[in-house]
């Protein structure tokens, strides 16, 4: 009930007046059945507007960080995470981790849209970084399809530390399922679900436009941490981990474009026959 009203009379019609959100591609969302969502992950009001735009319920697994705040304010934020429809999802490794992804095979199970964020954490730059295999996993377990969602433009609304969001437009594209069943009866392989995961993220990659960075935005983010605490000027999050995007083709078929072109990431070498430029 609680969900229902906050999306329907308070938080949806507000979100819809004041933010003006777009939609693409919402029809790639099945109307009854499982499936994964899988987004990029900008900011903390990703988890606000697509289930807002979704018309069907969306469960989200978000860091266990959040259920286990203490005081006052750490109880009430708590309860508001498990009142809007979101698990906890303990990214520490091991038996904890799989509990976690076993309440989310419990989802998918019963039928239900469950969201995930592959990155596991925001995007510390705004660039998507490498996936982790937690959602491969589930979707190898389950043999749901995986539906990709890119997120324009929320981490200009509600940039991290950011708590009184600014107002402006945001988009949300729906990319066509992706069918990871010829991958049967492998779920245990591990090269396979880093193929699977690098798959989804190529193509999160293609429908955001973002540049994609082959590290973990966690480790990143705790080297900046570090050098902060160090008094060290940082440099550039990611810029000496940049890779080419990701290992998977792209697709056979040619694609609508994004919007905004992707960056490559990495030195090109100069056409034969061309001088480089030395003015």
């Avoid at 009930?1 to 933010?19: D, H, N, S």
């Avoid at 492998?186 to 090269?191: L, N, S």
Wanted: glycine share 10%; net charge positive.
């Amino acid at each position: 009930m609680f969900y229902w009203v906050m999306k329907r009379i308070i938080v949806g019609p507000i979100l819809r007046v004041l933010f003006r959100p777009w939609v693409k591609g919402l029809d790639n969302i099945p109307a009854e059945g499982p499936a994964v969502l899988v987004s990029n992950h900008l900011s903390f009001s990703d988890s606000i507007f697509l289930p807002v735009a979704v018309p069907r319920p969306v469960v989200f697994l978000a860091k266990s960080e959040y259920f286990n705040g203490k005081g006052l304010k750490g109880r009430l934020t708590a309860m508001f995470f498990r009142l809007s429809n979101q698990l906890p999802m303990d990214r520490s490794g091991g038996a904890a981790s799989s509990s976690s992804l076993t309440a989310g095979m419990d989802i998918l199970n019963d039928g239900g849209l469950l969201g995930i964020y592959p990155e596991g954490t925001r995007s510390p730059d705004g660039r998507l970084y490498r996936g982790k295999t937690g959602v491969a996993k589930l979707v190898l377990a389950t043999g749901v399809p995986v539906i990709p969602v890119a997120m324009i433009g929320t981490d200009k609304v509600q940039p991290i530390g950011r708590r009184i969001p600014n107002i402006r437009r945001v988009g949300i594209i729906v990319g066509e399922p992706l069918d990871f069943s010829r991958y049967q009866g492998m779920a245990d392989d591990r090269f396979i679900q880093r193929s699977v995961t690098d798959e989804i993220m190529y193509e999160l990659m293609r429908l955001s436009g973002q540049e994609y960075v082959d590290a973990y935005a966690s480790s990143v983010k705790e080297k900046l941490a570090a050098e902060k605490a160090a008094g060290r000027k940082h440099h550039r999050p990611g810029a000496d981990t940049r890779r080419a995007a990701v290992r998977m083709p792209p697709p056979e078929a040619p694609q609508a474009p994004a919007p905004g072109a992707v960056t490559q990431v990495g030195k090109t070498q100069p056409p034969k026959g061309r001088k480089k430029d030395t003015a």
